[in-house]
């Protein structure tokens, strides 16, 4: 079975940094995108951007580039997504996810959901 | 970039009945990369019907999608209570992915 594990909810202050994760397995992660899709709060989805772990690729929607940085690590399966300074407009749910191997079109699977909250 | 536009915003049914959610692109879209997800509370979207491919794994036949250029449509034929929830579209094109914002079936 696919599976994509994030990190926990997480708390932090305007101007700090943060870094979450999403570990997957039951695929090979190396020949498949995985992406960053943000949830607002009683909002709805938003792509941010993307990453082919296999040669760490990388793909952003504009409303995000240079607001974030994606990473992967292939020896443990595990992409990540992170801020260097968290604004309070950052307070969201953020899922990772894998997009299907051809064409790259659909989400077809999703992690949990990392609640992420900024607040001073 | 395409912009999606779902409607109605709320959809208000009652068990067994058929359920229609339109999904309007802003300019002719190819069907092979329009997919439809659902999403219920406190829970990760998940993805029912990929142009590509058809029914997700586990999806119940319930679920159709339909249309092409700029009109789409997720029928569900007789709605089980589990299909109470919120539905977006969404596409894929020129290394961009957009999503509706969504319709939500309530429970009349």
């Known amino acids: 079975d696919v599976q994509l594990v994030q990190t926990g909810a997480e708390v932090r202050k305007p101007g700090e940094s943060l870094k979450i994760s999403c570990k997957t397995s039951?695929?090979?992660?190396?020949?498949?995108?995985v992406a960053w899709v943000r949830q607002m709060p009683g909002k709805g989805l938003e792509w941010m951007g993307m990453?082919?772990?296999?040669?760490?690729?990388?793909s952003y929607s504009p409303a995000f580039q240079g607001q974030v940085t994606i990473s992967a690590d292939t020896s443990t399966n595990t992409a990540y997504i992170q801020w260097t300074r968290l604004k309070a407009s950052d307070t969201a749910i953020y899922y990772c996810?894998?997009?299907?191997?051809?064409?790259?079109?659909?989400?077809?699977?999703w992690g949990q959901g990392t609640l992420v909250t900024v607040s001073s | 970039e395409v912009v999606l536009t779902q409607s109605p915003g709320t959809l208000s049914l009652s068990p067994g009945e058929r359920a229609a959610l339109a999904c309007r692109a802003s300019?002719?879209?190819?069907?092979?990369?329009l997919a439809w997800y659902q999403q219920k509370p406190g829970q990760a979207p998940r993805l029912l019907i990929s142009?590509?491919?058809g029914r997700a794994t586990g999806i119940p036949d319930r679920f159709s999608d339909s249309g092409s250029g700029t009109d789409f449509t997720l029928t569900i034929s007789r709605l089980e209570p589990e299909d109470f929830a919120v539905y977006y579209c969404?596409?894929?094109?020129?290394?961009?992915?957009?999503f509706g914002q969504g319709t939500k079936v309530e429970i009349k």
């Open positions: 996810a894998r997009l299907s191997e051809s064409p790259k079109s659909d989400f077809e699977n």
């Open positions: 039951g695929y090979r992660f190396s020949t498949n995108w």
């Open positions: 990453i082919f772990p296999g040669d760490s690729d990388t």
């Open positions: 300019q002719s879209v190819d069907s092979l990369y």
């Open positions: 142009g590509a491919s």
């Open positions: 969404q596409h894929y094109g020129s290394s961009f992915w957009t």
